[in-house]
């Protein structure tokens, strides 16, 4: 069983919505069985709360289901995750910065690596964008999931050949 976290900074747009669609897609390669798939915020501040209600309407309208509520990165997850996910820069450099001894550096990887294009450094926060920043998001994401989706196959052939 493979172990994923996605990690924003609220855990109520981006990082919800990349464990929705990645859970889609694993679902549908019928891979449910090998992945576990979580997501978490570097803020505390939207504990408990349910996900913004813009990123779950915009995500049902392409057949993502956003269920659960927001949680807080916990230093225990890079001990349980195999790989955690930053969906922007900043996110990835304070990820760094929580892992002083460097014991868990191949774990944490950028998003926006998986993605296919070039036009975007990180995945930018929708939180004071109109509808159009959710749906680029969206776009974004499902490129990246994809891209992940593929890299996770390749690792997981190359394993079974050894
Ligand atoms: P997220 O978006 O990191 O994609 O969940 C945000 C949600 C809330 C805040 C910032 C970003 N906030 O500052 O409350």
């Known amino acids: 069983m493979k172990k994923i976290l996605f990690v ?5 747009c981006r990082s919800p919505a990349a464990e929705g669609i990645l859970k889609k897609y694993i679902n549908e390669s019928g891979l449910e069985n090998e992945y576990q798939i979580d997501s978490a915020g ?5 504990e408990g709360e349910t996900y913004d209600p813009r990123m779950i309407k915009h995500a049902q309208k392409r ?4 269920p659960g509520t927001s949680r807080p990165f916990v230093f225990s997850d890079f ?9 922007d820069n900043e996110i990835f450099n304070s990820l760094k910065a929580l892992d002083k ?3 868990y550096s191949t774990k944490i990887v950028k998003m926006i690596d998986f993605y296919s294009n ?3 450094d990180g995945v930018p926060d929708p939180y004071y964008s109109g509808a159009s920043g959710f749906e680029l998001v969206l776009d ?3 490129d990246s ?3 992940l989706l593929k890299k996770l196959s390749s690792d997981d052939s190359t394993k079974h050949q050894k």
């Open 8 to 12: 924003c900074l609220g855990n109520i």
């Open 42 to 46: 570097l803020l505390d501040y939207h």
């Open 63 to 66: 057949g993502y289901d956003l």
């Open 79 to 87: 001990e349980k995750y195999d790989l955690i996910i930053a969906l």
């Open 101 to 103: 001894k460097n014991k």
């Open 118 to 120: 070039k036009k975007f």
């Open 140 to 142: 974004i994401l499902e």
């Open 145 to 147: 999931c994809q891209g």
